[in-house]
């Protein structure tokens, strides 16, 4: 998408293996979280993979930890963390869902 419309350098996407600059300004911001490069880049296969099946585990309710690899059951803690703090921000300040973005990364 960026790549299309000329804001891969804009946005320094990883891919570009741009070096980094100390006082870079952010171009993703979200709650206290921001990056000076473009998240989506560095996204791995596995970390997208593990959002998905969380999400369908979440959405078929059977989040259970017996059967699931340690790494999974990290994983499935800090996105359970992080939309609890997605739903006492929303109710704060109304704007875009947590479950909303993962469905851009698709």
């Given at each position: 998408?960026?790549?299309?419309?000329?804001?891969?350098?804009?946005?320094?996407?990883?891919?570009?293996?741009v070096?980094?600059?100390?006082?870079?300004?952010?171009?993703?911001?979200?709650?206290?979280?921001?990056?000076?490069?473009?998240?989506?880049?560095l996204?791995?296969?596995?970390?997208?993979?593990?959002?998905?099946?969380?999400?369908?585990?979440?959405?078929?309710?059977s989040?259970?930890?017996?059967?699931?690899?340690?790494?999974?059951?990290e994983?499935?803690?800090?996105?359970?963390?992080e939309?609890?703090?997605?739903?006492?921000?929303?109710?704060?300040?109304?704007?875009?869902?947590?479950?909303?973005?993962?469905?851009?990364?698709?």
């Open positions: 998408m960026c790549r299309g419309t000329g804001l891969e350098k804009k946005r320094r996407c990883g891919w570009l293996c070096s980094p600059e100390a006082s870079a300004r952010p171009v993703w911001v979200r709650g206290t979280v921001s990056a000076s490069t473009c998240p989506k880049s996204i791995s296969a596995e970390s997208l993979s593990l959002v998905e099946e969380y999400f369908v585990r979440r959405r078929l309710g989040i259970r930890v017996e059967g699931l690899s340690t790494r999974q059951v994983a499935f803690l800090i996105l359970e963390k939309i609890q703090t997605e739903k006492t921000n929303e109710q704060h300040h109304p704007g875009h869902s947590l479950e909303d973005f993962s469905r851009d990364l698709g």
